[in-house]
């Protein structure tokens, strides 16, 4: 019995599909965050630095454009 047990797993782990890259799937889930010249206005610090940090992830990983 343990021996059937373990052949089935074996066969069900056999049959896992591949993950994409974390990169590629970041990038296929993501888009630039472009805000408007009175929101950015409004912004503080922390949230702008946000914002930059997380649009130059994309031009490294996904190549976005400024």
Same mark, same amino acid.
């Given at each position: 019995?343990?021996?059937? =047990?373990l052949f089935g797993g074996l066969l069900l782990?056999?049959?896992a599909t591949p993950v994409s890259p974390a990169r590629q799937v970041w990038c296929d889930h993501?888009?630039?965050r472009r805000a408007s010249a009175a929101v950015v206005a409004a912004m503080t610090?922390? #949230? =702008?630095? #946000?914002?930059n940090a997380y649009n130059g992830? /994309?031009?490294?990983?996904? /190549?976005?454009?400024?």
């Open positions: 019995m343990p021996k059937c =047990l782990a056999g049959c993501n888009q630039p610090r922390p #949230e =702008l630095d #946000e914002i992830k /994309g031009a490294r990983w996904c /190549g976005w454009k400024p």
